[in-house]
């Protein structure tokens, strides 16, 4: 898996999370946080990314892993 972060455009710099999924393999977990990424953001970016690919992904809730965001690669 590698962070992929924006190169061009107005978010120069800031990840880029669907190009980040696109490098995560089955099974593999990227742990970010809220200060990095927005959590509704990944969520949706994990469920239409998954439509289109056929790729599952688990986003996790930052509450329950105190303030971390968990996103795994199920299928």
Same mark, same amino acid.
């Given at each position: *898996? =590698?962070?992929?972060?924006?190169?061009? !455009?107005?978010? #120069? !710099?800031? #990840? &880029?999370?669907?190009?980040?999924?696109?490098?995560?393999?089955?099974? =593999? $977990?990227?742990?970010?946080? *809220? $200060?990095?990424?927005? +959590?509704?953001?990944? $969520?949706?970016?994990?469920?239409? +990314?998954?439509?289109? &690919?056929?790729?599952?992904? $688990?986003?996790?809730?930052?509450?329950? +892993? =105190? !303030?971390? #965001?968990? #996103?795994?690669?199920? =299928?």
């Amino acid at each position: *898996m =590698e962070v992929i972060k924006h190169t061009t !455009g107005g978010h #120069i !710099g800031a #990840i &880029s999370v669907v190009n980040t999924l696109r490098t995560m393999a089955v099974g =593999e $977990q990227w742990t970010t946080n *809220m $200060q990095e990424v927005d +959590f509704n953001y990944c $969520q949706v970016c994990a469920s239409r +990314f998954g439509l289109t &690919s056929g790729r599952r992904y $688990q986003v996790s809730s930052p509450r329950e +892993f =105190e !303030g971390k #965001i968990v #996103i795994t690669r199920v =299928e």
